[in-house]
């Protein structure tokens, strides 16, 4: 039997163009997942893993799609081999019942590898200029009279909730503050 594995990384992505490729190459059971190739723990791989069969072959339409990192793809193609389950992947061309498709295995997965890490790279980069020129990534900083006002109000009874409305803040910025007792607004609560 011939099992296919389809994934995408987020909702917004569509898993169509990849079933339809493998359901050309003769795939006749195809497992999915919609997440991250950085997880092990993908429901769709498990299943298929615990699914498949000696003399069954996994096929996939791009080695990126079963997974992200060396380490990950040979222990998913080693856990195959062990069992006697083939593996392909239409978009390499490859095919690890061959000597010289298991060699070329290995190289993809080294490029796909260092492909991610370049991403990663440049990404750090990236970063690092736009924290230079003072553009911070992530959430803006929240203002401390904010927190102070949120503090003042919680001090004269109110709740939680309450403060960190009145305050223009989440309740969670509020919790997290109130877990670090050094910060300058806890003596606030404390007066």
Do not use: W
């Given at each position: 039997?011939?099992?296919?594995?389809?994934?995408?990384?987020?909702?917004?992505?569509?898993?169509?163009?990849?079933?339809?490729?493998?359901?050309?190459?003769?795939?006749?059971?195809?497992?999915?997942?919609?997440?991250?190739?950085?997880?092990?723990?993908?429901?769709?791989?498990?299943?298929?893993?615990?699914?498949?069969?000696e003399g069954d072959t996994l096929c996939v339409v791009r080695l990126d799609r079963l997974g992200r990192s060396i380490r990950e793809l040979l222990e998913i193609v080693d856990h195959f081999k062990a069992r006697k389950v083939d593996f392909r992947s239409l978009e390499e061309q490859l095919d690890t019942t061959t000597a010289a498709g298991s060699l070329i295995f290995h190289v993809f997965a080294a490029l796909t590898d260092f492909e991610r890490r370049l991403i990663a790279e440049r990404t750090r980069d990236g970063l690092a200029v736009a924290m230079a020129k003072g553009n911070m990534p992530g959430r803006p900083r929240i203002e401390d009279a904010k927190v102070e006002q949120a503090m003042r109000l919680l001090s004269e009874g109110h709740t939680k909730a309450a403060a960190a409305r009145a305050a223009g803040i989440s309740r969670s910025t509020l919790l997290r503050r109130l877990e670090q007792p050094n910060h300058p607004s806890i003596a606030l609560l404390q007066a």
């Amino acid at each position: 039997m011939i099992l296919g594995y389809a994934r995408v990384s987020t909702t917004k992505q569509e898993l169509e163009s990849q079933v339809k490729r493998l359901e050309s190459a003769g795939v006749t059971k195809i497992f999915t997942d919609v997440m991250s190739g950085k997880r092990f723990d993908r429901p769709g791989l498990a299943e298929m893993m615990a699914f498949a069969r000696e003399g069954d072959t996994l096929c996939v339409v791009r080695l990126d799609r079963l997974g992200r990192s060396i380490r990950e793809l040979l222990e998913i193609v080693d856990h195959f081999k062990a069992r006697k389950v083939d593996f392909r992947s239409l978009e390499e061309q490859l095919d690890t019942t061959t000597a010289a498709g298991s060699l070329i295995f290995h190289v993809f997965a080294a490029l796909t590898d260092f492909e991610r890490r370049l991403i990663a790279e440049r990404t750090r980069d990236g970063l690092a200029v736009a924290m230079a020129k003072g553009n911070m990534p992530g959430r803006p900083r929240i203002e401390d009279a904010k927190v102070e006002q949120a503090m003042r109000l919680l001090s004269e009874g109110h709740t939680k909730a309450a403060a960190a409305r009145a305050a223009g803040i989440s309740r969670s910025t509020l919790l997290r503050r109130l877990e670090q007792p050094n910060h300058p607004s806890i003596a606030l609560l404390q007066a």
